[in-house]
């Protein structure tokens, strides 16, 4: 680097915003993660250590991914490469892979790839890194607000370590604010800004957890408020509302958060409280959530928590899937709220769904059984003559029943599908109890 490159760089440090200059760059300046970075935490001693295998890091904005990526960045002695998803592509990797192949060729030293935003990256440029994660040439850091085992290849998942960030608590806000208001050389300290405690509170609980947007908002707040005739910028609680303008809905449509809201909507649906459920459904929509995901979760719900006690919320939810396609918004929010409060409503029973759990732990855990002799497709043996197999057919025998072994013997007794009390369920109870009692 040159007196040019290095000029450039410091005053590229002072003319960044406040999140950037205040970024730690040690373990124990960050705020939060206690889960994964606190005292004797396998994350916090591998980086310690500079022994760190290939990681993801997924959570929502501000939460510390780019963070930590740059603490471990400022600890190892491996050369670190940066790139982001949503400007790069497979070239730059080749260029990050050929480097890294010189440097452990000629001076032994690992490269540690980050790849900020990786779930942009397509299956194909994430297939790329696969071998070089694989043998060690790249170590990888991959940052997302989505959940990776949605958006990352399930290959470059088994390869790595998953970390989930939380968002921040209002104390590590509220520590993050204090510490840029006096800082005087990364923050905003040479300004002398005092913020009072409800402003504080009122920031620390409106940013959602995302110390980026708890900084934007006291940057914006010390660089437009005037001092008062003590000579002081005073941050109070009207000044830090004009800096936020509309508390954000705590939903991601691109990141993480979209899965919290909806798993609430199917909760409340599940637990049959149909004005939570309507709640979350327009929070969904005010976010700008597909209408397509939205219907099929609505679906999934009524299959897996409705089942066979009310038959036709699955088909209320097919139908209101088909329906929004056809009519869109915003029509379609008044299909979307009739069919999940039909949900919502209906009686419940997940015993189909524990019916194809329990099969297939059974299949699963290797159950080759015989399929009866009976129940097998008729073909003819090696003399081209159809054998007799002894297959009763149901419908020629009274109430179009007749007892015969359907399981593999070896399963014989085992019950899957127990029909509850509730709803439908209780006629299709009383009606296997009837053919019972004709064996």
Known sequence: MDI???????NLKKESPLAARLRPETLEDIEGQEHILGEGKMLSRAIKADKLSSVIFYGPPGTGKTTIAHVIANTTKAVFKEINATSSGKKDMEEVVKSAKDDAGMYGRKTILFIDEIHRFNKAQQDYLLPFVENGTVILIGAT?????????????????IFELKPLNEDNIKNIILKAISDPEKGLGAYGAKIDQDALLFLSRIAGGDARAAL?????????TEK??????????????????????????????????????????????????????????YAGEDIKFIARRIMICAAEDVGMADPMALV???????????????ESRIILSEAAVYVATAP???ASYLAIGEAQRVVENGSTAQIPRHLQNVHADSHGEEREQGYLYAHDFPHHYVKQQYLPYELDGTEFYRPSGEGYEVKIREHMKKLKGLE
């Open 348 to 350: 419940k029973s997940n």
């Open 228 to 285: 008062s005739g003590d000579g002081v910028i005073h941050i109070t609680l009207s000044v830090a509302e004009e800096c936020i303008q509309k508390k954000a809905a705590r939903y991601d449509k691109g990141g993480d958060n979209h899965y919290d809201t909806i798993s609430a909507f199917i909760k409340s649906m599940r637990g049959s409280d149909p004005d939570a459920a309507v709640y979350y459904l327009a929070r969904m929509l």
């Open 145 to 161: 607000t989505e959940n990776p085992y949605f958006e990352v290849n399930s290959a470059l998942l088994s390869r790595s370590l």
């Open 316 to 330: 209320v939810a097919v139908n209101a899937a088909l329906a929004v396609e056809r009519v869109g918004l915003p």
């Open 4 to 10: 040019f490159e290095y000029m450039q760089s410091e």
């Open 216 to 224: 934007n908002a006291i940057e914006l707040a010390v660089l437009t």
